[in-house]
């Protein structure tokens, strides 16, 4: 069972607030991912680390921001939430490149 | 570019019955890996499996079963004699080295499975 934790589970906040989502992995993974999902829809990868200091945007255009300063921490900040952040928002992480990722619980978020 | 379709939005179909849900996917790396995904209702993504471009043996796994065709470039997933419990929207995907492991996801089919 993949060991990957995401909080909080459920958001609701208010516009122009400043969140972060946090996510760690117990499992030593190198790799690390955001993918953001709109309810029914496919999931589009926001951000992803391949490691410590290593942080790169995803295919899909985001005003969040991630850090890695350590291998097992991987948070995603927004600095002014909006009604268009609304969404589910989904942490992974895998060991090789085409290894399968694990994927954390998510955390929904709705802005008001 | 790498590309997948689930071009079945939603299937609905009665408790034991076979179910088959299609993959299809676009890609010019010659090693890549294809995986499904379940996603039930209360959101997390399941790994199902992964399985890579050299190796085009179907697989089963209980009730689940893979059928990876390359001439078609299709990875298709079919559930035996479904159970309410299988109801989950399921998401293929692509991956592969050159693309530094990222995964591409398909749209995903919403199975609903009534009793």
């Known amino acids: 069972e993949a060991d990957i934790y995401q909080t909080p589970r459920y958001l609701v906040i208010g516009t122009g607030k400043k969140i972060t989502l946090e996510c760690s992995q117990t499992m030593g993974h190198d790799k690390m991912y955001w993918y953001q999902q709109d309810p029914g829809m496919e999931l589009h990868l926001i951000h992803y680390?391949?490691?410590?200091?290593?942080?790169e945007k995803g295919d899909l255009s985001s005003e969040s921001t991630v850090s890695r300063i350590r291998t097992e921490h991987f948070p995603l900040t927004l600095e002014s939430a909006r009604p268009s952040h609304t969404s589910q928002y989904l942490c992974?992480?895998?060991?090789?490149?085409?290894?399968?990722?694990?994927f954390g619980p998510g955390t929904r978020l709705t802005v008001l | 570019a790498q590309k997948v379709t689930q071009a079945q939005t939603e299937i609905s179909v009665v408790e034991k019955e076979d179910v088959t849900l299609d993959c299809v996917y676009e890609?010019?790396?010659?090693?890549?890996?294809l995986f499904w995904y379940k996603q039930p209702p209360s959101g997390e993504l399941v790994f199902l499996i992964r399985?890579?471009?050299?190796?085009?043996q179907n697989e089963i796994s209980g009730r689940y079963s893979w059928n990876f065709q390359k001439s078609t470039s299709s990875f298709n997933f079919t559930i035996t004699a479904s159970q309410v419990v299988d109801s989950a929207v399921y998401f293929c995907a692509l991956s592969s080295y050159n693309q530094g492991g990222k995964l591409i996801f398909g749209q995903g089919t919403e199975l609903s499975v009534k009793p």
């Open positions: 399985r890579n471009s050299f190796d085009e």
């Open positions: 680390s391949y490691g410590v200091n290593s942080t």
């Open positions: 992974a992480s895998s060991e090789e490149g085409p290894d399968e990722q694990f």
């Open positions: 890609t010019r790396d010659t090693t890549y890996y």
